[in-house]
């Protein structure tokens, strides 16, 4: 993890996408909505906590397939899927 921490950095969340110095509770950036915390998701693997926005497992090194939500009928199909397997809607990319 991070090592020394300098005590002169401002408390609170930075945004990621417009620099805006949010209050370190902010979930989203008061300024344009960019979410700050980023939503965990479980390894299927070893069951570990992993950041959605990980590629690879920080415990077994999985590799961590983003699920794709089809706009049709919600179902959740496998980064690349082309076409929803429940319902054959096209999957935008
Ligand atoms: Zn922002
Ligand atoms: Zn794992
Ligand atoms: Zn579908």
New binding site residues.
Partial sequence: MMGNINTSVPKGRRCPNCNELNSEEASFCGECGTRLIPTKVK?P??G?T?DSDDKF?T????PMVKKLKCANCNTENEEGTKFCRECGTKMEV
Avoid: E, K, R, T
């Fill in positions: 390894c693997d070893c570990s992993v497992c415990s077994c090194g999985l």
